[in-house]
């Protein structure tokens, strides 16, 4: 039987240029600069020497702005196919230095307390154990390092627009990279949370020491018209992107 962490392999490596298309095209618009300004709050002045995780990299879209900003960014990605668009992109963009590696977010093998900076977007959300995830991105980082997790509850959103009959749509995605896309969501615990709320409650557990939520970032980055690729179901059916920022003890 085929678990839902190959499936969502499969889905996501067969979409890995046209991914990377859409990816790129957000670093070259104002987008970039909006995620920059605001990895550069939480980031120290001295970025040189900084050793950042960029986990589910997918495009490398983060690992190149944060490679660009003189952080020691390593990659990972459970898709060889997103790390070998990651790589081109990160050498036509001159971010030379990127450590890319093959990991499962679930499942990191890095030691303890390996990193002062982790970013993640759009990953919990269609990962088999999400409390898996958090878990090993609490336990690489390092005491006083900061964690960022941009996020939204897509599954929850295409359940409700399934549910209601309505046709799945993407700009770029097949119909059926879409049903596939839905399915996998729907078997995701996470997809039956209250989100970020229970992002939260699992970082008090983990014993995070701050934690600043945004339930609406596109709109705190001034990005509603820009960020439009994850329509969820429908034209008129869209998921928030939140942020959840913590720090550890």
């Keep these: 039987m ?14 890995a240029s046209e991914f990377s298309g859409l990816r790129m095209k957000d670093y070259e618009s104002s987008m970039r600069s909006a ?20 986990l589910g990299t997918g495009a490398g879209f983060f690992a190149i702005i944060l490679r660009k900003l003189g952080c020691q960014v390593t990659a990972v990605d459970f898709s060889s196919e ?14 030379r230095g990127i450590s890319f590696i093959e990991m499962d977010a679930q499942n990191l093998t890095f030691p303890d307390n390996s990193f002062d900076f982790i ?3 759009n990953v919990t959300w269609v990962v ?3 409390e898996k995830v958090y878990y090993h991105m609490h336990r690489v980082l390092k005491p006083g390092g900061t964690m960022i997790n941009l996020d939204a509850n ?27 896309r839905n399915a996998i969501a729907k078997e995701c615990s996470i997809s039956k949370e209250k989100r970020p709320s229970w992002d939260v409650d699992l970082l008090i557990d983990l014993g995070v020491s701050d934690i600043w939520v945004h339930l609406d970032l596109d709109k705190k980055l001034g990005l509603e018209a820009a960020n439009c690729p994850y329509i969820s179901a ?7 992107i939140f942020v959840v920022v913590a720090k550890k003890i």
Aim: charged share 30%; hydrophobic share 25%; proline share 3%.
């Design 128 to 130: 088999e154990d999400a």
């Design 234 to 240: 429908s034209n008129n059916t869209k998921s928030k």
């Design 119 to 121: 970013i993640t977007r």
């Design 35 to 54: 995620y920059e300004n605001f990895l550069l709050a939480f980031l120290p002045d001295n970025k040189k020497g900084i050793s950042v995780l960029d």
């Design 2 to 15: 085929v678990s839902l962490s190959d499936r969502s392999n499969k889905y996501w490596s067969g979409r």
């Design 82 to 95: 997103m790390l070998a668009q990651a790589e081109i992109n990160a050498q036509e963009k001159d971010a």
């Design 154 to 180: 897509y599954g929850k959103s295409f359940k409700e627009s399934d549910d209601k009959g309505e046709t799945p749509t993407h700009p770029t995605q097949t119909l059926e990279q879409l049903r596939e």
